[in-house]
């Protein structure tokens, strides 16, 4: 697992610098209104690819079995489904598309709006569409527990059009051509999934049946997608129409770097996701109880680091990035920081929720999305970019942080109300101690004047590793804590024999 990890941080690592460059380059040459454009379209199709339902994780947790059994035509009949409901899905989309097409200028804050606007909106459905041509490879793989080959065929692809992308940029200024490469990018990554599964996988047949499981648990994930689009995908799309179509750009910069940060952490997850899916549906809930406080302490704790260096850090890396024209507040930046926090913490909850199956929860997306919505409008209103971030947290933490480990500690662990007050509680008490302990030990000899990307690098290291420490040490007052340190300990120590 660890030669996975190191692998994936190298492929995520490579992409992401090429992603930021590009982006620099794309204010640079086209301006922050066509990054703004870019952006809300990004948001708007997430919507519309609400027909997707949740089906890729639907169909990864029907695979993780049948794949342990070698039962080969339960995985071909899954597979059989999961390519004729997508076919489906491709043609919805493109209808929606087509309908949203002419009310494209309700969504956006511009003084002129442009018809070519229209061309760049429908090759960007044709660009989503044309990844319904390999996803169901990528499950497979994922499922059969060979997710590093199918990070380097993404990474390997997209790094190669990415450059293309920016020197483009900067030769042609051309949007247009940005979207056909996005376009072609797709297409290459088919090409070479489908080359590997025809290579690997022929034990795979063609059939006609059909895997009803499917159904039961797309219905609950649909209400899941709801929520997750709402809560993560609403931001741009009322900044657009709130404020203007520049702030998105201005504020999408700052979310490029909490997405990177989410890529970061997913290095780790997408490796254990498989396994922890093994795991469960191997051994008892008790045992899978144990492992997820232990693996959820460790994440707690990656959150805060996470959370807190981004708040000083942030602006010093935007600034240098694209400029000091481009820098938000204080306020909005710990605003931002409180969600990179939340969004670093929920993964694990949802890694041992969709792990055991518990996708019928359908309350939690519909609060959440009804909760956030209302909350963001009236306060976006009110305070333009921080009200509608402030509503995003609101939900966050009604939702995300008390409601939903609520059910799944009942339905996953067999564990009750006061086993989740007792161990949430104790995560409560260490992040008051360890904001405390930060704002008291760091707070004062941080301080450092950042003129360039080398001061910026050796300032983030220094903030990292102090960060680190104090967390750590702030740690070790929680059992799991100390019992992941004694067993992370008993590994090191049979290696070194």
Not at 156 to 162: A, M, P, R
Not at 357 to 362: E, N, R, S, T, Y
Not at 444 to 458: H, T, V
């Amino acid at each position: 697992m660890k030669k996975e990890i190191i692998l994936n941080f190298i492929f995520t690592l490579s992409t992401s610098i090429i992603i930021f460059l590009q982006n620099k380059y794309f204010v640079q040459y086209m301006g922050i209104e066509t990054l703004g454009i870019m952006k809300l379209f990004t948001q708007l199709l997430q919507y519309l690819n609400i027909v997707e339902m949740g089906l890729g994780n639907a169909s990864a947790f029907a695979l993780y079995k049948p794949l342990i059994e070698k039962n080969y035509q339960q995985v071909s009949i899954i597979l059989s489904t999961i390519k004729s409901i997508y076919n489906k899905i491709a043609l919805l989309l493109f209808c929606l598309g087509i309908l949203v097409t002419p009310i494209l200028p309700f969504f956006m804050k511009v003084k002129y709006f442009d018809k070519i606007i229209y061309v760049y909106w429908i090759l960007y459905v044709l660009n989503t569409i044309s990844t319904y041509l390999f996803i169901k490879y990528v499950v497979l793989f994922t499922a059969n527990q060979e997710f590093i080959y199918v990070r380097f065929i993404q990474s390997l692809s997209k790094f190669i059009y990415q450059i293309l992308q920016i020197w483009l940029i900067i030769k042609y200024h051309s949007f247009l051509i940005f979207i056909i490469l996005l376009i072609l990018d797709n297409l290459t990554q088919y090409i070479l999934f489908k080359r590997y599964f025809n290579k690997n996988y022929s034990f795979v047949f063609s059939t006609k049946g059909r895997y009803k499981g499917l159904n039961r648990d797309i219905k609950n994930l649909f209400w899941h997608k709801i929520g997750s689009l709402v809560v993560f995908n609403t931001d741009l799309i009322l900044i657009s129409k709130l404020v203007s179509i520049e702030i998105v750009g201005v504020y999408a910069s700052y979310q490029m770097v909490v997405q990177m940060i989410t890529t970061i952490i997913n290095i780790i997850t997408n490796v254990i996701r498989p396994k922890i899916g093994k795991y469960i549906a191997l051994n008892s809930k008790e045992k899978i109880y144990q492992l997820f406080k232990k693996i959820n302490v460790i994440f707690l704790l990656i959150a805060l680091v996470f959370s807190h260096c981004s708040y000083i850090l942030i602006n010093y890396f935007v600034s240098l990035w694209i400029g000091k024209e481009y820098i938000l507040p204080r306020l909005t930046v710990l605003l931002i920081c409180i969600n990179i926090f939340i969004i670093c913490f929920r993964i694990i909850i949802d890694i041992f929720k969709d792990g055991s199956g518990f996708f019928d929860d359908i309350q939690c997306p519909i609060l959440e999305s009804i909760i956030n919505f209302i909350f963001s409008i009236i306060l976006g209103i009110k305070y333009g970019v921080n009200g509608i971030i402030m509503g995003t947290i609101i939900s966050n933490i009604l939702i995300i942080l008390i409601y939903k480990p609520i059910l799944t500690f009942k339905r996953c662990f067999n564990q009750d109300l006061k086993e989740y007050v007792k161990v949430y509680g104790n995560y409560l008490i260490l992040i008051i101690f360890s904001l405390l302990s930060l704002n008291k030990i760091i707070k004062g000899f941080l301080f450092s004047e950042i003129n360039s990307w080398l001061d910026w690098i050796l300032y983030s290291i220094k903030v990292s590793i102090f960060t680190s420490i104090v967390l750590s040490v702030v740690f070790l007052f929680n059992k799991d804590f100390r019992n992941v340190v004694k067993e992370s300990r008993k590994i090191l120590s049979k290696e070194n024999k």
